[in-house]
């Protein structure tokens, strides 16, 4: 069966540090791969989008770069603050159909 | 990006009644989407809603319980018929624009349901 897999425990780490939050999947072949932050009682917001032909992108503090081989996504944040302390998901898009969320990873960055 | 709101907020509700939740959005958009995120859980779309037709629900989700309406391009309600204490969820309303921006979502502050 199809499974995105992001890790349940949070991620501690201390600010100025680069964070880096991991998305696997199986059984799917994304057209695409997006990463959104969801902070206590809102929706999730979007950060970044990585199509199956590009390995990495960038976006300001934030990079992400995508495997298809090894079916994983990696996020980093660096120079982490205080602030980005939230839940990132990780979604699937198998071809233009709709999109499929890991249950996310909650990050503590810590002052 | 756009301003997406959703009424109500937050609902306390009794068992077997119902509770439709709005979803507007300030410019029109091409897609719009319903999902449930459950405590500790993913989010799972329950549909998409379908301007002038009947939305298309994913699997193990129905119209019955679900019932959907989007009368326009910047509008759309989901109803959580005959509910019950499994129910209680946050609900959320994402959308697309299409164009240059497609294949992005942009989603509503969400509604907090708690049946009892």
């Known amino acids: 069966s199809q499974k995105i897999e992001q890790n349940s425990e949070a991620l501690n780490i201390q600010e100025g540090k680069t964070a880096t939050l991991t998305c696997n999947y199986t059984n799917y072949s994304p057209a695409y791969l997006q990463w959104y932050r969801q902070d206590p009682g809102r929706g999730p917001v979007f950060l970044l989008l990585i199509r199956e032909n590009e390995k990495e992108k960038r976006k300001e503090r934030l990079k992400v770069t995508f495997d298809t081989t090894l079916k994983q996504s990696l996020f980093h944040i660096t120079a982490s603050q205080p602030a980005d302390s939230a839940t990132y998901l990780c979604?699937?898009?198998?071809?233009?159909?709709?999109?499929?969320f890991g249950k996310g990873t909650m990050l503590l960055v810590s002052p | 990006s756009a301003v997406i709101s959703q009424k109500p907020s937050r609902d306390i509700c009794q068992r077997g009644t119902s509770l439709t939740i709005q979803c507007q959005v300030d410019?029109?958009?091409?897609?719009m989407f319903w999902y449930r995120q459950q405590p500790g859980q993913s989010l799972t779309l329950i549909a998409t809603?379908?301007?002038?037709?009947?939305?298309?629900?994913e699997s193990g989700f129905v119209i019955d319980k679900f019932p959907i309406s989007r009368p326009n391009l910047t509008f759309s309600t989901l109803t959580v018929s005959n509910m019950s204490p499994e129910d209680s969820s946050i609900y959320l309303c994402?959308?697309?624009?299409?164009?240059?921006?497609?294949?992005?979502?942009?989603f509503g502050p969400g509604t907090r349901l708690t049946v009892l």
């Open positions: 994402s959308v697309e624009f299409g164009g240059r921006d497609a294949d992005t979502q942009y």
């Open positions: 979604a699937l898009a198998p071809g233009y159909s709709t999109l499929t």
């Open positions: 410019s029109q958009v091409t897609m």
């Open positions: 809603a379908n301007q002038g037709s009947e939305a298309t629900y």
